[in-house]
């Protein structure tokens, strides 16, 4: 009896051993993809290491975004006058399609300064000294000819200022894709790449009626 007692013990202690020496098992990282930029493939990384690969805006994302709200706004401005000028419906459709558009975009740039830190533009653009930065802004001059435009005359001038305003925007644009690294911000840019780009064409075959 005291013989299978003394076993029983042995084995209830080379038992223990063996579950103390054993490393304790680990959850497994579950993999993440880094989306990269527009068009490029995704980088797969052990979801731990995730915050190392991390990419915090650089300076040609903020200067993107903070230029293309009033540059945007500007637009808008523009748009805004078809309604009352124009009699065409095409003209009018496009024009309602940018404002819609772009004011969908502002928002979106607007919040993105916001979530970066970074201060947002005020109103009150289209005649402020910065617009020679901006690729495509229309002069408080041309401004001012188009408000005082009727007819065709207008739908001309309209035409011709937008299609060089939207050329702007993707330079503007372009510039980002090339520079920039915030994927969000490279998206918006895209966005106004492949839509822009589909205007400008739609615009050109209008302004072959005027």
């Not at 995730?50 to 293309?68: C, F, G, L, S």
């Not at 078809?82 to 404002?99: H, P, T």
């Amino acid at each position: 009896m005291r013989n299978r007692l003394a076993g029983l013990a042995l084995l209830t202690a080379v038992l223990a051993s063996g579950c103390a020496g054993t490393p304790a098992e680990t959850e497994p990282t579950v993999p993440v993809v880094l989306p990269g930029k527009p068009g490029d493939a995704g980088t797969i990384v052990p979801g731990d290491q995730a915050k190392k690969y991390e990419t915090k805006p650089n300076q040609a994302d903020i200067d993107y975004v903070t230029m293309m709200i009033p540059h945007h706004e500007q637009a808008k401005i523009m748009t805004d006058l078809v309604a009352a000028k124009s009699s065409d419906e095409q003209v009018r459709s496009l024009a309602g399609r940018i404002a819609v558009s772009q004011d969908g975009e502002v928002t979106l740039m607007k919040e993105w300064l916001k979530n970066a830190g970074q201060p947002v533009p005020g109103p009150g653009h289209d005649h402020g000294g910065d617009h020679a930065m901006m690729p495509g802004m229309a002069t408080p001059a041309q401004l001012d000819a188009l408000r005082a435009a009727t007819g065709k005359d207008f739908e001309r001038m309209f035409l011709d200022l937008m299609i060089a305003h939207h050329q702007g925007a993707l330079t503007m644009a372009d510039g980002a894709l090339a520079n920039g690294v915030d994927q969000k911000a490279q998206e918006m840019a895209q966005h106004v790449v492949t839509g822009q780009s589909a205007e400008i064409e739609r615009m050109k075959v209008m302004r072959t009626r005027f």
